[in-house]
């Protein structure tokens, strides 16, 4: 109930604001020429009729949108000059009775399951704050009653403290700059996830868009939209080596039921907040108001909900998928396993050598053979014809961004790196005897060249499969997870914190990493839904796209705060202490 409300509360407070900024434009998708003299001049490639006006001046409108195909004539005069020819696909209709329809039907079962959930959650959050004792310092000791673990478990006022609390034995004092690392690559995230869709908006200049692409540092920032996930991957495996190696004592044995409790822990911390939104988008996030243009932002969590559940959703139909940004979950959950069956492999001392050879050769070689395999482009490009379809179905979003071998070198880089500073933690010579003067500099130039030479990629596919471009795609992709890690132990060294260090521990930045698996969760709904209700064309300017992203950024955080106190750790300290 919180969330549908806090969701329909954003979409009509942007709506009403953006009504104070933009004028109201709405139009039918069409493209037409005007007549021709000596050259063919084109007007807008598309033009809307007012939307908000043919619902309020007609009670039985029918609004359609269209897109025209341009198909070769040789024949024609005109084809010599634009080749224009073409065909109209019908795409939607909304009429007035579908406009009331989707509020006027009753409740089905994962609307009320939903309900339940959260107004269930709701209540014992409100329960346990007004009956916690302060002065109970039990802490879900052996032998507390159910009562205790749910009153605790649940405070609002002992979750709040918790927000601000550092947890020293999960990271370690030296890894302290996690949080703010986590913290600000989420940010990134969702700004980049909050402006990309103006893409695929109806535009008043999409002269000055199409002119953007061909700037020479735009392949460079595709390249960071792109690979900025990629140092989670490199955080989780380092942590889930640290971890792995902290709990790696005589009396500790490492079997299947090792296994077994990991996961276990592991389903723990994501499944019931990530149940909680699959629950929302199945049920409720279907039911909100969809525009002329909300078609072009599917989600498809009412039949394909369970391949998030069981953390396949990154290969069972991915380009049909439920929270498009989930496909993250299921490639780490994927790593997780991996990792964490490699952990215990090199408990074994004769194979620790051949595991660390096979984890660095897969990551170079793993992404090259899939690329030049599938003849794909060496990286995300963006290519005007591509422009309106959805990235889910693009060939290399579906084999090389989101399966988990394609990512696993990164997650494997992380791994090394938590190795390393789990064994030469305690000595005050650690940066000397890996070297990190001489590896950080060299990483770091790698990265810069490998994403600087994004500039002279081919502008276009290539029809037959390129090693060259193979191998460039898979280092490129490497040298993210290579600079991140060295620079992740590099800081964790640092016998003197420096300001950068300092500033990554900053409270505030400590507060928005415990945020970020809330805030990675929502940014879809509330993205897509914001989206959803623009009905006109929009001008691509700076004001635009910070006028998208602030909203959306000051939603997701709120909606993802309040998640986290009302279901994230409450849900997640009392599972742990009922099944510890």
């Not at 009775?97 to 269930?120: H, K, M, R, W, Y």
């Amino acid at each position: 109930m919180v969330m549908v409300l806090l969701v329909f509360g954003a979409a009509i407070y942007l709506r009403l604001s953006m009504a104070m900024w933009l004028m109201v434009v709405t139009s039918i998708i069409a493209c037409c020429a005007e007549s021709f003299a000596d050259q063919a001049k084109l007007i807008n490639i598309y033009q809307y009729d007012d939307y908000e006006e043919c619902q309020r001046v007609h009670r039985d409108f029918v609004y359609c949108t269209a897109k025209a195909h341009l198909l070769p004539s040789t024949n024609s005069v005109i084809w010599r000059d634009i080749e224009l020819n073409s065909t109209v696909e019908l795409m939607r209709c909304i009429s007035a009775e579908d406009s009331t329809s989707a509020f006027s039907v009753g409740l089905n079962a994962p609307q009320i399951g939903f309900l339940c959930f959260a107004l269930g959650a709701l209540m014992l959050v409100s329960l346990a704050t007004v009956l916690d004792d302060p002065r109970d310092t039990s802490k879900g000791k052996t032998g507390s009653s159910l009562y205790r673990h749910v009153v605790q478990s649940f405070s609002l006022s002992r979750n709040l403290s918790k927000l601000v609390e550092r947890d020293i034995k999960s990271t370690g004092h030296n890894l302290r700059h996690l949080d703010g690392i986590r913290a600000l690559t989420m940010m990134i995230i969702l700004l980049t996830h909050s402006s990309i869709p103006l893409i695929r908006m109806p535009l008043k200049n999409i002269d000055q868009l199409e002119a953007q692409f061909n700037e020479p540092w735009f392949p460079i920032a595709m390249a960071g939209n792109t690979y900025t996930v990629q140092i989670f991957f490199v955080i989780g495996g380092l942590l889930l080596a640290v971890n792995s190696l902290e709990q790696d004592k005589p009396n500790v044995r490492c079997n299947v039921q090792y296994l077994i409790n990991r996961v276990k822990f592991r389903l723990i911390r994501i499944l019931p907040l990530y149940l909680f939104v699959i629950l929302f988008h199945a049920s409720w996030y279907q039911r909100l108001y969809e525009g002329p243009i909300g078609d072009r932002f599917k989600d498809y969590c009412t039949t394909n909900w369970w391949t998030n559940v069981i953390f396949l959703n990154n290969y069972i139909k991915p380009s049909e998928p439920c929270i498009q940004f989930a496909w993250y979950l299921g490639a780490d959950f994927q790593l997780y396993l991996l990792g964490t069956m490699l952990m215990m492999l090199m408990r074994i001392p004769k194979l620790t050598k051949a595991i660390v050879t096979f984890m660095v050769v897969s990551a170079f070689l793993v992404p090259a053979i899939v690329i030049y395999h599938y003849n794909l482009d060496a990286t995300v490009m963006m290519i005007l014809r591509y422009i309106l379809q959805e990235i889910r179905t693009l060939p290399y979003y579906l084999r090389v961004y989101i399966p988990f071998e394609t990512n696993a070198g990164n997650y494997f880089f992380g791994m090394l790196a938590g190795m390393s500073y789990f064994h030469y933690k305690d000595r005050p010579a650690a940066t000397t005897i890996l070297k990190l003067k001489c590896l950080l500099p060299c990483s770091a130039t790698l990265f810069v060249l490998m994403n600087g030479l994004t500039m002279l990629l081919p502008d276009d596919h290539l029809s037959e499969p390129s090693l060259a471009l193979a191998v460039f795609g898979s280092t490129l992709k490497c040298a993210w997870g290579l600079f991140a890690s060295t620079l992740l132990l590099h800081l964790a060294f640092q016998r003197t914190p420096s300001m950068l260090v300092a500033t990554l521990q900053h409270p505030i930045l400590l507060v928005g990493s415990k945020l970020s698996y809330s805030a990675y969760l929502v940014q879809y709904s509330i993205i897509y839904t914001v989206y959803k209700y623009i009905t006109y064309p929009l001008m691509y300017d700076t004001f635009t796209i910070l006028l998208f992203t602030a909203a959306i950024i000051n939603i997701t955080f709120f909606v993802a705060f309040l998640l986290h106190l009302f279901i994230e750790v409450p849900f997640n300290t009392f599972l742990r202490r009922i099944l510890s």
